[in-house]
């Protein structure tokens, strides 16, 4: 899919992912109970790409662009008060590959901007966040700091590649909300949220907000880790009558034994989907589905990474229009705590099209 305005929404995964695969923020304040810090995430790829399609000529093209991730600049406060601890976070995702069209287009995204209240009883976030339905899937994803797939968005455009979104889960766009989080429980998680619903165009009807919820499981065994998780989603539209019920589940599960780690998870969906996007609302019956495998392993500076994705289903009841794979290889080298130099080869196919692209590149955080 091409539409302009779909990619112009887009970005693109996840502070919190970020903070878990990156140093530490920088604390600029930390007085009084009161603290003030700010995190980044910059990154470039020299990328190289090969694409055909049925009925139209072969085309090789090169770019200098950011990858799944566009670059971004967090600031995130939290305060004190009266056995409550107030907390909030703002993100600005920018795009660097905006001049090739001989146009400026930067594309300030806030992709974050919400606040949390914590006490005894948990969590309670309120306003603009990434969503619960296949939130983990995402942000477990091996290959989040690398490239990815470009079918979906082109190899010449001018915002992110896509990662593994629509080839192995959907995007957990961001969202208005108010998400409660209960204590952990050992090493059981558990978020439940309302979220605004999403629109099955300008004359439908949402009487109720969309529901989203997400479990996890953390669990340590003798040298060896492992997480579990599902994720779930439910949301009605009417139109003219008519209503659409969107739904799904997500699920996942991760094991660490040494430097070796496995990956397998995937999702079921129905009403939801297009261009691997959780929030745009398809047709009654459409389904969708995907599974994501991924192997890596860390020795010393190096992290080496096999991945293969794909999603079956369409945006139409029986259709097969989001069917696409991606296989992917992978080394990341740390040069320090901050900075990974990243090799990545992509092969992503549909029925009718195949882009094979290498990627490499520098990514930069603190």
Do not use: C
Request: glycine letters at 12%; proline letters at 2%.
């Amino acid at each position: 899919m091409k539409n302009n305005k779909i990619f112009k929404l887009l970005p693109m995964a996840a502070a919190v992912a970020i903070s878990a695969q990156a140093s530490a923020a920088i604390t600029l304040y930390d007085q009084e109970a009161t603290t003030f810090s700010v995190d980044g995430l910059f990154n470039t790829f020299y990328v190289n790409s090969d694409s055909s399609a049925d009925g139209t000529n072969d085309v090789s093209q090169s770019r200098v662009k950011m990858g799944f991730l566009p670059n971004v600049i967090g600031f995130n406060f939290s305060k004190e008060v009266d056995g409550l601890t107030m907390g909030g976070r703002s993100s600005f995702w920018v795009t660097i590959n905006d001049g090739n069209s001989n146009l400026t287009d930067s594309m300030i995204d806030v992709r974050q901007f919400y606040a949390t209240v914590d006490g005894d009883f948990g969590q309670i976030l309120m306003g603009k966040d990434f969503a619960l339905f296949n939130r983990a899937n995402i942000f477990g994803d091996e290959m989040l700091l690398g490239f990815g797939q470009t079918i979906t968005t082109t190899d010449d455009g001018n915002n992110v590649s896509f990662g593994n979104i629509g080839t192995g889960y959907l995007y957990p766009f961001p969202n208005s909300q108010i998400t409660y989080r209960m204590p952990a429980m050992g090493g059981f998680n558990l978020a439940v949220g309302l979220m605004d619903p999403a629109k099955r165009s300008t004359a439908s009807e949402e009487s109720r907000p969309r529901i989203e919820a997400e479990a996890t499981y953390d669990m340590d065994f003798d040298g060896a880790t492992a997480k579990a998780w599902v994720g779930y989603m439910n949301q009605e539209s009417k139109e003219a009558g008519t209503k659409l019920t969107s739904s799904g589940v997500s699920y996942g599960l991760n094991v660490k034994v040494a430097g070796l780690a496995l990956t397998a998870s995937g999702f079921t969906a129905e009403g939801v989907g297009a261009a691997g996007l959780s929030n745009l609302v398809t047709s009654d019956g459409a389904e969708v589905d995907g599974t994501l495998l991924q192997a890596s392993y860390t020795h010393g500076d190096n992290r080496f990474v096999v991945s293969r994705g794909k999603n079956n289903g369409g945006t139409t009841d029986g259709g097969s229009d989001l069917d696409l794979e991606n296989k992917t290889l992978a080394v990341f080298h740390s040069i320090n705590s901050n900075l990974t130099l990243v090799g990545e080869w992509d092969k992503a196919e549909t029925a009718t099209a195949d882009t094979t692209t290498v990627a490499l590149g520098a990514v930069v955080t603190f």
